[in-house]
């Protein structure tokens, strides 16, 4: 250790004498070389301060014992098997529910107009596709006497909604009358009838053929139309609402022909099967009897004149009879006509019947009270009217209503009247001509 500073002093001593030995020595010089100086010891000091650190830190480290730490002994931990990142579970995207498509059956999607037609829509695809129970075909032209002749205006063919929205599906030739007698949701095709020139009473008509609602075509059929003494007419509904046509006459020797119609076959209405022996039952001396509706228990409504009395009886399966009403022509409501039974309600018509035999009003029989059905006043058909079954749907009543005995001699107006809550749509209204039209609804079809 004596040595090392032994060393050190000796080197301080050349370089304190290297420095006496500067010839010269000016002020700035000498500012110069004194801070060079300093500087230098500085440095040399400084030098010699780490030499002896280090030595002494040498010195101990030889003068040390063997401490060097043994190596710790690092266990390797088993490497952690990362946590998976949650993923997030996202919901299925939704697939879009495709539109839903309807067949187009080809209609042309016009509308006529004219004055001589009611208001109306194109028909769509989709209205095509809803229609169902509730809904009519309606053929529809007018026709009214200038003075000279007797002019029409177009022939239209309706689908019209229970709500009475009225679409348009074709218009017709205009030359030749068309009726529709039957036709079901979805077919482009009705059952009808066709007549040209004057031959327009029903006994013109030979065959039921088809009337293609999409392009007008008319195909004849096979099955021929019963022929009746002088006429047949539609008369009341069957237990599904369908109607029941009646052709013959009044009298006891001639019973009346009753019939269906379904795809255009005839078919004979079950509960006329026995007509002869049920009308020797009711008949008795009366001037004649006429069979009028049946009732879900299988008995049956027959309307009786005698005289200037006239009876609605109903003549159970047993052979008893029940007087449902009863009165003379010159009543108020005295005289019956047509009837049906609709959702359990019995509807009559009836009114005064003078020399033209006319009832005038439509009224629902309960318990020997007659109660006029809704929306068949005179502010939907003005003047005496006579009214027609042209279908049901459930407790609903769709009836044309038209003035007149012959029941042709003023428009017809289509109203459905639902007789559980007295509620009614007029469905085709009275025609803007007035009551100077003496045709408008020709023929209805009602889908039960």
């Not at 009838?193 to 029903?202: D, H, N």
């Not at 004649?288 to 006239?310: E, I, K, M, N, V």
């Not at 629902?364 to 059905?373: I, S």
């Not at 020709?442 to 039960?448: A, C, F």
Request: one cysteine or more; charged letters at 20%; aromatic letters at 8%.
């Amino acid at each position: 250790m004596s040595e090392l500073r032994d060393m050190f002093h000796e080197r301080d001593a050349r370089l304190a004498a290297s420095l006496r030995d500067a010839d010269e020595f000016d002020v700035p010089g000498t500012r110069t070389v004194v801070k060079r100086r300093r500087r230098v010891r500085a440095a040399v000091t400084s030098v010699a301060s780490v030499l002896v650190v280090a030595a002494v830190g040498a010195g101990a480290y030889a003068l040390a014992p063997d401490r060097a730490p043994a190596p710790v002994a690092v266990t390797p931990s088993a490497s952690a098997t990362p946590t998976p990142t949650p993923s997030i579970s996202t919901s299925p995207t939704a697939t879009p529910s495709p539109e839903p498509t309807f067949d187009d059956p080809g209609f042309a999607g016009t509308v006529t107009e004219s004055e001589h037609l009611p208001s109306a829509e194109a028909i769509t695809p989709e209205v095509w596709a809803s229609a169902g129970s509730g809904w009519s075909l309606v053929t529809y032209q007018e026709r009214w006497y200038d003075g000279e002749d007797w002019p029409t205006g177009p022939q239209v063919v309706y689908l019209i909604s229970p709500h009475g929205d009225r679409y348009q599906l074709i218009e017709l030739p205009g030359d030749v009358a068309y009726e529709v007698y039957g036709w079901e949701p979805g077919a482009t095709a009705a059952t009808a009838v066709r007549t040209s020139g004057e031959g327009l009473a029903p006994e013109a008509f030979s065959t039921f053929g088809t009337l293609d609602l999409v392009t007008g075509a008319y195909s004849d059929g096979t099955e021929d139309i019963p022929e009746g003494l002088g006429w047949w007419s539609r008369l009341t509904l069957d237990e599904a609402g369908a109607p029941v046509f009646r052709a013959g006459s009044l009298g006891f020797d001639s019973p009346s022909m009753y019939f269906t119609l379904d795809g255009g076959t005839t078919a004979a209405w079950p509960p006329a099967a026995d007509l002869p022996v049920a009308l020797s039952q009711v008949q008795s001396d009366g001037d004649w009897c006429l069979l009028r509706t049946s009732f879900p228990d299988g008995s049956r409504a027959f309307d009786c004149a005698d005289g200037d009395h006239t009876s609605l009886l109903r003549l159970d399966a047993d052979g008893g009879t029940t007087v449902l009403h009863s009165g003379s022509y010159n009543e108020s409501l005295g005289a019956t006509g047509a009837a049906t039974v609709v959702g359990g309600h019995l509807v009559v018509e009836a009114g005064q019947a003078g020399y033209d035999w006319c009832p005038t009003g439509l009224y629902e029989l309960d318990g020997g009270t007659l109660t006029e059905v809704p929306g068949t006043g005179d502010e939907v058909h003005p003047g005496p009217s006579i009214w027609r079954f042209a279908g049901s749907s459930g407790p609903v009543l769709y009836t044309e209503v038209t003035a007149g005995c012959g029941g042709d001699s003023s428009p017809r107006v289509l109203v459905a009247a639902d007789l559980d809550t007295g509620e009614w749509t007029e469905l085709v209204p009275f025609p803007s001509g007035g009551i100077d039209i003496v045709d408008s609804v020709t023929s209805v079809v009602v889908v039960p």
